[in-house]
């Protein structure tokens, strides 16, 4: 099962797209589902609002696919590719599958590897919370490290010919 939705990046409309999305992947009745219904939503709560603080162009296309054993959610849009110091070039000698650390505040470190020229997958170390966590400590990336750590996977490729970034986040079922 497979649809493709259009958001015009316009803050009035992410809670209606939120809904209609979330009506799509509800429109599978298992309890599987249910169970991945919150992570679902945090991600696409989290990608929309992106592409409202991040778009050049609108619109941006998402494109949610479910089959039998997960759900995969692609949001692609147009503008400056994600972390341009690391998109693009090469790696220094030695240095490709290194993590890269883009985000660090009292919750989690949030990192990308670099899988290839164009390609990053994110991931998380978590910190110990302590009583003292100062919320104005959190930095930028939030979003996306709550995308990471609701999504089994979380992938950024840049599609230079195009000039179309894409993110895609897997929950597995």
């Known amino acids: 099962m497979k649809k493709e939705f259009i958001f015009n990046n316009q803050a009035e409309e992410l809670f ?3 809904q209609e ?7 599978r009745d298992s309890a599987a589902i249910q169970l991945i219904s919150s992570r679902c939503k945090v991600i696409l709560t989290e990608l929309l609002t992106n592409g409202i603080k991040h778009a050049v ?4 296309v998402f494109t949610i696919t479910l089959d039998g054993h997960s759900l ?3 949001k692609s849009g147009h503008g400056t590719p994600f972390l341009p110091d690391h998109v693009g070039k ?4 030695g240095e490709a599958g290194r993590r890269i650390v883009i985000s660090s505040d009292p919750i989690a470190d949030l990192y990308v590897v670099k899988e290839n020229l164009y390609r990053l997958r994110f ?3 978590d910190h110990p919370i ?4 100062q919320v104005d400590a959190l930095v930028e990336h939030y979003g996306l490290l709550l995308i990471t750590k609701a999504s089994d ?6 599609k230079p010919e195009a000039g179309l970034n894409v993110f895609s986040s897997y929950v597995l079922f």
């Open 16 to 18: 209606p797209a939120v």
């Open 57 to 60: 162009v609108a619109p941006t």
């Open 123 to 125: 991931g998380v170390s």
């Open 72 to 74: 995969k959610i692609v």
């Open 130 to 133: 302590t009583d003292d966590l």
């Open 153 to 158: 996977r979380f992938f950024y490729e840049f």
């Open 21 to 27: 999305m979330m009506s799509f992947i509800g429109s």
């Open 90 to 93: 090469p790696d220094p000698a």
